[in-house]
């Protein structure tokens, strides 16, 4: 079964530039797997980041920006904030109308 | 806005219907999902369904135990989650599936406890 990967943990200084990635245990990441990405503060639901590999869904800082690097699928933050301490996951579609989450990416920010 | 019910606590073996109530767009225009969380963990996927409710799909470890359901007329998404463990434990999210495999809107949650 194909796990989707993503570094546990990251840190960036504030104002800095971060790049989180989302894997394959087995494979490469492309376009035809639509990454998205998510945002999640402690108790709050989810919020939509990127879609599409590097779609900004509405209201987000073009900060935020999404990529295929190498293997992978990025979410990039230009100019990090307090605010972007948060849980990022993203979403890979497998096929055969099956999603697969990473297992997320604790950002600290200091 | 999605809102989601039925949450609560139920002993393992136990049975929980959840409910996700939609306003604010055309509900049966759009797939739906519902995506979990258990406790101090990372988002799963567990099933999506289609607008007319003619296909559904979900992860493996709730195929055969969780039924998803919608109601047009009503605005509204069911999970029915029968034989629970303690590894279904957790927050229920309701969102609202988008074309290119991603999710837009969600709902607040709500919380699902199995224990005896």
């Known amino acids: 079964q194909t796990v989707v990967t993503q570094e546990p943990s990251f840190s960036v200084s504030p104002g800095g530039t971060v790049t989180l990635t989302c894997g394959l245990s087995s494979g490469a990441v492309s376009t035809s797997h639509y990454p998205s990405w998510y945002q999640q503060t402690p108790g709050q639901a989810p919020r939509t980041l990127i879609y599409r590999t590097d779609t900004r869904s509405s209201g987000v800082p073009d900060r935020f920006s999404g990529s295929i690097l190498g293997n992978k699928a990025a979410l990039t933050i230009t100019g990090a904030q307090a605010d972007d301490e948060s849980d990022y996951y993203c979403?890979?579609?497998?096929?055969?109308?099956?999603?697969?989450f990473g297992g997320g990416t604790k950002l600290t920010v200091l | 806005q999605l809102v989601e019910s039925g949450g609560g606590v139920v002993q393992p073996g136990g049975s929980l219907r959840l409910s996700c109530a939609a306003s604010g767009f055309t509900f049966r225009n759009f797939w739906m999902s519902w995506v979990r969380q258990a406790p101090g963990k990372g988002l799963e996927w567990v099933a999506n369904i289609k607008e007319d409710g003619s296909a559904k799909y979900y992860v493996d470890s709730v195929k055969g135990r969780f039924t998803l359901s919608r109601d047009n007329a009503k605005d509204s998404l069911s999970l029915q989650m029968n034989s629970l463990t303690v590894e279904d434990a957790g927050i229920y999210y309701c969102?609202?599936?988008?074309?290119?495999?991603?999710?837009?809107?969600w709902g607040q949650g709500t919380l699902v406890t199995v224990s005896s």
């Open positions: 969102a609202r599936a988008r074309s290119g495999y991603y999710l837009d809107t």
């Open positions: 979403i890979l579609y497998m096929g055969s109308d099956i999603w697969v």
